[in-house]
């Protein structure tokens, strides 16, 4: 009984040490990915079948972005870069004003800003517009493939780099969370049965 107090104790400091080390590496892995500003809905939303184009993008964000080179673009179908233009920031919103409407196909619209906390955050959904807009000119056909080239060759090398660095490093902090968390919780209760084991030995 005399020998067996110390025992518990000595182990004690290492055992909260334990417990305390998950958690210490949960809030360092959670306190960026919490802080991550999210979309929570664009107008049109995602998958939405339009009569006709659009008249204006929106998007609408979790918190206040940062009006830091954000940039909307949208794509067609062939994957070629319709219109690349810089959204109005106006606290969690992103608004890009389409000047031309869209001619009648199917798109995706990719957004990148930044992000309350300083990262940048991006994504895409999928918009369709069913008819071309009421207009008999024929040069409106005409006007996006003369654009599109020109277009396509700055927004090209600019936006893929990012595309597929940016995401990575995010989610992989979302999804080593839980594991973070689970790891805590087990360890925690591993701490509680050491504990109680300790004082019953000692009664
Ligand atoms: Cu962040």
Request: glycine share 6%.
């Amino acid at each position: 009984m005399i020998l067996e107090l110390p025992h518990s104790l000595r182990r004690l400091p290492a055992l909260l040490a334990l417990a305390l080390l998950p958690v210490l590496l949960v809030m360092g892995a959670a306190a960026p990915a919490f802080a991550h500003d999210h979309l929570v809905s664009s107008d049109p939303e995602d998958g939405a079948q339009l009569e006709a184009s659009p008249e204006a993008i929106t998007l609408t964000f979790s918190a206040d972005v940062m009006d830091v080179s954000p940039v909307v673009r949208i794509v067609d179908a062939q994957e070629q870069t319709v219109l690349e233009e810089t959204p109005t920031i106006d606290g969690t919103t992103a608004t890009l004003a389409l000047d031309e409407p869209l001619p009648a196909g199917d798109y995706t619209v990719q957004w990148r800003v930044v992000s309350s906390d300083g990262h940048p955050i991006e994504g895409t959904f999928a918009i369709a517009v069913q008819n071309d807009a009421a207009t008999e000119e024929p040069t409106e056909s005409a006007s996006p493939a003369e654009e599109s080239p020109a277009v396509e060759t700055t927004a090209a090398p600019s936006s893929e780099p990012a595309a597929e660095a940016a995401p990575e490093v995010e989610e992989g902090n979302d999804a080593l969370l839980p594991v973070f968390l689970g790891l805590g919780v087990i360890v925690v209760i591993g701490v509680v049965i050491a504990l109680r084991a300790g004082r019953s030995g000692r009664r």
